[in-house]
C-alpha cells in the first residue's frame, strides 16, 4: 500500500517560497509507474493542480503556476518536493501529494494533505 505525508510550514509570509515535501512509503518515486503530483485546494473551491514528477525525473507544471512553481526530487529519500515562489495571499489553501496515472486531480493516492496559510 502507498502512502504519501506532506511536510512543511504552516504559515508563510508574503512574498517568500512556499517549501513543502512529500515523503512515499510503500512506493518507489523513480520505479513506480506514473506521476507524482501536487495538487491544492483553497477554501470554498475545488482542486487545482499544480505539477508533477515522472519515475524519470522530468517535471511538468501548470501553464497558470509555470513560472513560480518547481518540483524535484531526493530519490535516496524517496521523496519529492514543491517550491512555490512568491506566494500571495491567494496561495492559501490545502496542499496534497499524489500518485495517479496521468497528470491532474485523479490520483489512486493521496497524502492528509497539509494547510498553508499566506499571512504577514
Known amino acids: 500500500q502507498v502512502q504519501l505525508q506532506e511536510s512543511g510550514p504552516g504559515l508563510v509570509k508574503p512574498t517568500q517560497t512556499l517549501s513543502l515535501t512529500c515523503t512515499v512509503s510503500g512506493g518507489s518515486i523513480a520505479t513506480d509507474y506514473g506521476y507524482w503530483n501536487w495538487i491544492r485546494q483553497p477554501p470554498g473551491k475545488g482542486l487545482e493542480w499544480m505539477g508533477a514528477i515522472k519515475p524519470s525525473g522530468i517535471t511538468i507544471y501548470s501553464p497558470s503556476l509555470k513560472s513560480r512553481t518547481s518540483i524535484s526530487r531526493d530519490t535516496s529519500k524517496n521523496q519529492f518536493t514543491l517550491q512555490l515562489s512568491a506566494v500571495t495571499p491567494e496561495d492559501t489553501a490545502v496542499y496534497y501529494c499524489?500518485?495517479?496515472?496521468?497528470?491532474?486531480?485523479?490520483?489512486?493516492?493521496r497524502g492528509q494533505g497539509t494547510q498553508v496559510t499566506v499571512s504577514s
Open positions: 499524489t500518485r495517479g496515472t496521468s497528470v491532474g486531480t485523479e490520483y489512486n493516492y
